[in-house]
Nanobody, 116 residues
Framework: QVQLVESGGGLVQPGGSLRLSCATSGFTFSSYAMYWYRQAPGKEREWVAD?????????NYADSVKGRFTISRDNAKNTVYLQMNSLKPEDTAVYYC????????WGQGTQVTVSS
């Protein structure tokens, strides 16, 4: 069965950095785009970034994170990453990775808190 397991969240001060990881199994990872979403308290889940499964690994970012976050993938490890720099308090949220094969799959999420 498809599994996605996020890790790397935590508490960080404004301006700091974190790298999230999402280890996957149960599907042909290299063939599919991967996505990061986040959900802040009291808000709807929002798309953060995605990366294609093609050789070119095309990336896309929400305007709110462009220039600060970088999505990448390691197809040999079936893992997708989200490098987050220059973090702001408004980045506080539960971060989810997602894959869409015949249906949408989600991980359990990892909490990121940006606070002094």
């Amino acid at each position: 069965q498809v599994q996605l397991v996020e890790s790397g969240g935590g508490l960080v001060q404004p301006g700091g950095s974190l790298r999230l990881s999402c280890a996957t199994s149960g599907f042909t990872f290299s063939s599919y785009a991967m996505y990061w979403y986040r959900q802040a308290p009291g808000k709807e889940r929002e798309w953060v970034a995605d990366i294609s499964g093609t050789t070119f690994r095309t990336t896309n970012y929400a305007d709110s994170v462009k220039g600060r976050f970088t999505i990448s993938r390691d197809n040999a490890k079936n893992t997708v990453y989200l490098q987050m720099n220059s973090l702001k308090p408004e980045d506080t949220a539960v971060y989810y990775c997602s894959a869409r094969t015949v249906q949408r799959y989600w991980g359990q999420g990892t909490q990121v808190t940006v606070s002094s």
